[in-house]
């Protein structure tokens, strides 16, 4: 195990808990909408204001998608699980109290893995709950007020919380991108980031190697994550200030304003004693029989770690190829159509996670747009594999594909003169005339220089006009040669 990273002589720790909105077409306890956009308190209904004499009542796809997402991350479903009430008060909070699980959640245990560059990461998780979301605070269209609009409280999440395993804010990242990938890929939640689907809040502290763990600050709805490591690493520099200068870091939630690129505190952190949870004496225990989380497991869709552990047993891909090639199902579907039809799978590879991902990346592009299909990628490859067109005309060709130039790989490889030249007499009568013309750099080569055999080289596949076949001009040449 490698030795932790260190900020200024302090190891960074950090947990997460995430809140997923989950997929479902009304509420977690009432059938209102969950509708984005919609004119504020038009989607909330007797329940979510907690009206006198309002029951709320189990949404079943709620606790359906709670299933998929503790199957996807090999974690125990509590066969029974119950829910609790959390109490606080805040003004976009009916009821005075928050819905959720606390003693005995849905999901128990599991794991996230992902790759940190070419470092196979694992975060642990310790629960995943479901529970009501609240309303929202408006604040900006009101002189000296607030608005409420509730037409969030009662929405379905599963928050779904870590252990404090990650030690920097590139791995925060890099596990928030590989949870946001599940649940997406599962289809349990739509992972819109900028509507509030799925907000993180990461809880930073930072201690000397072998000491206890720190006191955390909450850093609360991380809505990207560009802003996410942002806000992880300017907190990570001001606690370790406050500790330098002789300051004790209190526990408390914060906010992270990407204006000033600052974090700063909202209130006092609580613990769990200070909501004073207890059971809901409206709702009964949830019940989840074998049965059901069988039914669920038999029709769920390939995992990701499923789909990419496939790819090396099927494709011989390298195990860092096969995880960034199911980062999506996009690409993993691009991936396989490309492979099975140019019967190249590491090329494809190769191509996929470099040219391809450089060009969408440039012109942020998600796969399902790139404008060269899996197919015509397949034909490039194919001619790449047996010798038609070089690596760096394939570049050419691929550029042709990528703007409209062309639709047909062959086509464009004629139009514009990249094929290579692959009879060996005329190839063999430039090498005799370039080793004849060349006396120096064979003599050199001959005394052992390798950059002489690089020149000539370059002057045979320069008289070829680029056209010549690499591999085949250094076969022949070093044959020459001696």
Not at 13 to 18: A, D, H, L, M, P
Request: hydrophobic share 40%.
């Amino acid at each position: 195990m490698s030795a932790p990273k260190l900020v200024q002589g302090y190891e960074v720790v950090i947990g997460f808990e995430t809140h997923a909105q989950l997929s479902t077409q009304s509420k977690i306890f009432s059938r209102a909408s969950v509708a984005f956009g919609a004119e504020p308190n038009t989607q909330a209904c007797a329940v979510d204001l907690a009206l006198p004499g309002t029951l709320p009542v189990m949404n079943k796809g709620a606790v359906e998608r709670a299933i998929q997402f503790g199957l996807a991350i090999g974690s125990h479903i509590a066969p029974k699980s119950v829910f609790a009430r959390k109490n606080y008060f805040y003004p976009d909070l009916p009821k005075g109290y928050q819905i959720s699980q606390f003693e005995i959640p849905v999901v128990q245990g599991g794991a996230v893995d992902f790759f940190l560059g070419d470092e196979k990461k694992t975060v642990r998780l310790v629960r995943a709950h479901l529970e009501e979301d609240a309303g929202k605070s408006l604040h900006e269209d009101f002189i000296g007020q607030s608005g409420i609009d509730l037409n969030r409280a009662g929405t379905p999440l599963l928050e779904i919380v870590t252990e404090p395993d990650m030690r920097s804010s590139e791995e925060a990242v890099a596990y928030a991108k590989e949870l946001h990938k599940i649940v997406t890929w599962i289809g349990i939640c739509d992972g819109n980031m900028q509507e509030g689907s799925f907000r993180c809040d990461a809880n930073v502290s930072v201690r000397k190697p072998g000491q206890p763990l720190g006191t955390r600050r909450e850093i609360k709805n991380l809505n990207s994550f560009k802003f996410m490591q942002q806000a992880i690493d300017y907190e990570v520099r001001w606690q370790i200030e406050q500790i330098e200068d002789g300051h004790a870091i209190q526990q408390a939630t914060v906010l992270f304003d990407p204006d000033t690129g600052e974090t700063r505190a909202m209130r006092t952190k609580e613990d769990a004693a200070d909501y004073r949870y207890f059971p809901d004496p409206d709702l009964p225990p949830l019940v989840i029989a074998q049965e059901w989380i069988e039914r669920v497991r038999s029709e769920m869709a390939e995992l990701p770690r499923v789909m990419a552990a496939r790819f090396v047993t099927d494709y011989g891909l390298p195990e860092y190829d096969a995880t960034t090639l199911t980062q999506s199902k996009a690409m993993a579907t691009y991936f396989e159509a490309t492979a099975k039809a140019c019967q190249q799978p590491k090329l494809a590879s190769n191509w996929i996670m470099g040219e391809v991902s450089r060009r969408l990346n440039a012109d942020e592009m998600d796969i399902a747009q790139a404008p060269v299909s899996a197919a015509q990628l397949a034909a490039l490859i194919a001619r790449i594999a047996d010798g038609t067109i070089s690596n760096n005309a394939g570049r050419q060709v691929f550029d042709a594909l990528w703007s409209g130039d062309g639709q047909d790989v062959d086509a464009v490889i004629d139009a514009k003169g990249l094929k290579q030249m692959n009879d060996s007499g005329a190839l063999e009568q430039i090498i005799d005339e370039v080793i004849a013309a060349n006396p120096d750099n064979v003599a050199q080569f001959k005394a052992g220089k390798d950059k002489a055999f690089n020149a000539l080289v370059g002057q045979v596949m320069k008289a070829s006009k680029g056209k010549a076949n690499p591999q085949q001009v250094n076969d022949l040449l070093r044959s020459k040669l001696g």
